[in-house]
């Protein structure tokens, strides 16, 4: 498998205090990875350190980011605005929130994917539309037309999950995408991001904390703790025979659902 | 049979939004709960469950329907008479402190509520927080200074301050880190059968409300859908929508 997206030793801090140390590991095209620890193991801020997002005070301090040749950290603001979207793509928890409120949906998008592509009004009606309808969204144009207000925290959720890849970018960073949604949902927006692989081969690093999600659509999951690396391997692997004491801990305190009498 | 510490009976309530149509959001909702019985209360976001705590904490008052605490009527009985029976546990504690004032302030408080005199409230705060597993040094800090872990363990030893008959767990541990969330489970569970506590514990994980609660309603759109025992509901669900939310789980 080709990677797409590299981490060699890269270590970062927040006003001068490390808080990811030394952390190597790649996406290959086509794969989902999950990265999964608690609050403050630094999951996120991986996320972050790729796409400049890291802050005042927040710093790549050394290592490299490497995504087709590019060293992202090295990148100026312009080129890193110009990969954002189009190539590289981010998802947050509270995609809702990053939607104007009193502007329609569709209008939005149309905005975003103008800032990358001169692209007239009718024919991203119909790439949006298309896009919607492959992701099983029932009512497309309806979607479009609606206030992000008159739309479900989930639906706006999923609204925004594909959103991220309108411009069809090789990589999709989500960050805790399915943390804030009813299990119903959670397993809808799953279910939108395997698809979104299969039908645009996306490469995908999901970062969350609940394992279920993990489980259910990442190929190699990394666990972190304190900004470490403690462990990675095939998703099946860690999940169901973790070696490090630390994941044996994560996964007993994961509480389990018993189907089965006596199970 | 014991008199139940709780019965909810036809409980409802309406919300007016100006000048639009009414929303039903809990719609004729009949429980017990019984003394030292840890009860979960598991749906959909928006299906009505928070509203039915807050009820029962006179956080809000119902449309219709009636609330007893005790043998007494919740609706006729002072706020500060039904605090001392029943502690709510919120979803985000470093919320439900105050900013500007240092942890033991905030448990003292409950502690003077509860009628003990002030000049044993140190030494009684000192005795909740070991009772959570805190040091005494937390007295001292600002929630901010505490990790969520840590802050939903000091709201967990304001509440004991009052020695409630009812405890009611609001996704009191939807924000934390499994860890910590087995953690406070334990916690709770440990504190309950210590001092014959009851607990209505709201919240959307259903494989921890199956391994925690002793009984189990499934509230969809208002109503409650489905109850039994925990391993009833969820082996051999009854309801389209109960199968569908078992269904879900990752």
């Known amino acids: ?263 | 049979m014991t008199t139940p510490i709780l019965q909810v009976q036809n409980l409802k309530k309406i919300f007016t939004r100006n000048g639009q149509s009414d929303f039903l959001a809990v719609d004729g909702v009949s429980f017990d709960v019984a003394p030292g019985e840890c009860v979960g209360l598991i749906g959909e976001s928006g299906s009505g469950k928070s509203t039915v705590a807050n009820m029962i904490a006179r956080l809000l008052n119902p449309t219709g329907g009636q609330i007893f605490l005790d043998g007494e009527d919740v609706t006729k009985t002072d706020v500060r008479a039904v605090c001392r029976k029943v502690q709510m546990i919120f979803q985000s504690p470093q919320e439900s402190f105050d900013p500007r004032r240092t942890l033991g302030d905030g448990i003292g408080e409950s502690l003077l509520t509860a009628g003990e005199p002030a000049s044993e409230t140190a030494e009684e705060v000192a005795r909740l927080l070991e009772a959570v597993g805190l040091s005494s040094d937390f007295m001292c800090r600002y929630p901010h200074e505490v990790s969520g872990g840590q802050c939903q363990r000091a709201a967990i030893a304001r509440a004991l301050a009052i020695e409630p008959k009812l405890l009611l767990c609001d996704e009191a541990t939807s924000a934390l880190d499994v860890t910590v969330q087995a953690e406070i489970v334990s916690l709770l569970s440990h504190l309950m059968r210590g001092h014959g506590m009851a607990c209505l514990f709201i919240c959307h994980d259903i494989a921890l409300a199956q391994s925690f609660c002793d009984r189990i309603l499934v509230m969809y759109r208002g109503k409650i859908v489905e109850e039994g025992l925990p391993d009833e509901v969820i082996q051999s669900p009854k309801q389209e929508y109960t199968k569908m939310l078992i269904d879900s789980v990752l």
């Open chain 1, 1 to 263: 498998m080709n990677e797409i997206l590299q981490y060699v030793n890269v270590t970062t801090s927040y006003n001068a205090v490390p808080v990811v140390h030394d952390v190597s590991f790649s996406l290959g095209e086509g794969e989902i990875l999950g990265i999964v620890g608690e609050s403050g193991s630094g999951k996120s801020t991986l996320l972050k350190a790729a796409m400049g997002l890291l802050g005042a005070g927040g710093v790549v301090t050394s290592g490299d980011i490497w995504y087709r040749g590019k060293n992202l950290p090295d990148l100026s603001e312009e080129e890193l605005r110009r990969l954002s979207g189009a190539e590289i793509a981010m998802v947050f928890q509270q995609a809702g929130a990053s939607f104007c409120p009193v502007r329609r949906v569709g209008a939005q998008l149309y905005e975003a994917v103008t800032a990358h592509d001169a692209i007239s009004e009718a024919e991203f009606t119909d790439r949006a539309a298309e896009l919607l309808h492959k992701l099983r969204f029932e009512d497309a144009s309806r979607i479009l037309e609606s206030y992000p207000f008159e739309l479900s925290g989930g639906m706006m959720q999923r609204v925004g999950i594909a959103a991220a890849i309108l411009m069809n970018p090789s990589v999709l960073l989500a960050d805790e995408p399915t943390s804030a949604l009813d299990v119903s949902v959670q397993k809808q927006a799953v279910e939108e991001m395997c698809l979104i692989r299969e039908l645009y081969h996306t490469s995908i690093v999901i970062v969350t904390h609940n394992i279920g999600v993990v489980r259910a659509m990442a190929d190699r999951v990394i666990v972190m703790k304190e900004g470490r690396i403690v462990e990675s391997g095939g998703t099946r692997d860690v999940l169901e025979n973790p070696a490090r004491e630390y994941t044996k801990k994560l996964m007993a305190a994961v509480p389990k659902l018993r189907l089965r009498r006596g199970a």
